[in-house]
């Protein structure tokens, strides 16, 4: 089965400085996907970021980027130049199984940019 | 356009009451998703259906029941409401295939409070 683990319920940063917000996972599935999404007070859950199991590269996207680290089986989210704006919840995802059709979500972190 | 789309965004009905919530997407994706956020932010997926039919039903009340007509739709019927059902339940879909990297977009969400 597969299981993703954020152990920040919450994260303070200052705006412009870089947050870190980890992950870590767990599936014998060798193929797998990782995803973040952002979920603002308003409710919804905006895809940020992905990263495959194969992929050679760590994913960027603007000022999202994703610290892959296989072995460790961790997946943290770095967002450089933090703005007021990203303040919201953030949950790591997994995608597994043949079809990828296993979409597990961790607990989530609570993140307050700070003025 | 909007990819996938929940109706209604917020429902507000009483204990024992039987209620449906209407999922759509457009994205010619064969596979949606139910998931359900409690009170502490975690999501948990209910069901998923592949091309109309049933592929995850994890351990939900018998009073839930997905209906897909077409696999551009997914409904959740909800019998005898209880208290405990309250929460914000997602739609999303996705589209099935070998690599996890198609992504999975969520709706915006309905939020059901049972009085």
């Known amino acids: ?115 | 356009d909007t990819a996938v789309s929940q109706t209604p965004k917020y429902l507000v009905t009483q204990m024992g009451n039987d209620k449906s919530i209407k999922c759509e997407q457009n994205l010619g994706h064969d596979t949606m998703y139910w998931y359900k956020q409690d009170s502490k932010k975690f999501l948990k997926i209910m069901f998923s259906y592949n091309n109309k039919e049933l592929i995850i039903n994890e351990t939900v009340p018998n009073r839930f029941s997905p209906k897909s007509p077409d696999k551009a739709h997914l409904n959740l019927h909800i019998n005898s409401l209880e208290l405990g059902d309250s929460a914000v339940y997602f739609c999303a879909s996705s589209q099935l295939s070998g690599t996890a990297q198609d992504g999975y977009t969520f709706g915006s969400g309905t939020r059901l409070t049972v009085v």
Do not use: H
């Open chain 1, 1 to 115: 089965a597969q299981k993703i683990t954020q152990t920040q319920p919450g994260m303070f940063v200052q705006e412009k400085e870089a947050v870190t917000l980890d992950c870590t996972y767990d599936t014998s599935d060798p193929s797998y996907g990782l995803f973040w999404y952002k979920q603002p007070s308003s409710g919804e859950m905006i895809f940020l970021i992905y990263q495959g199991s194969y992929d050679q590269q760590n994913a960027t996207e603007g000022r999202y980027s994703l610290n892959f680290q296989k072995a460790r089986k961790s997946a943290n989210l770095v967002i450089s130049a933090s703005q007021l704006g990203d303040s919201a919840m953030y949950f790591c995802a997994m995608s597994a199984g043949s079809y990828g059709q296993n979409f597990v979500f961790g607990p989530g972190t609570r993140l307050s940019v700070l003025p």
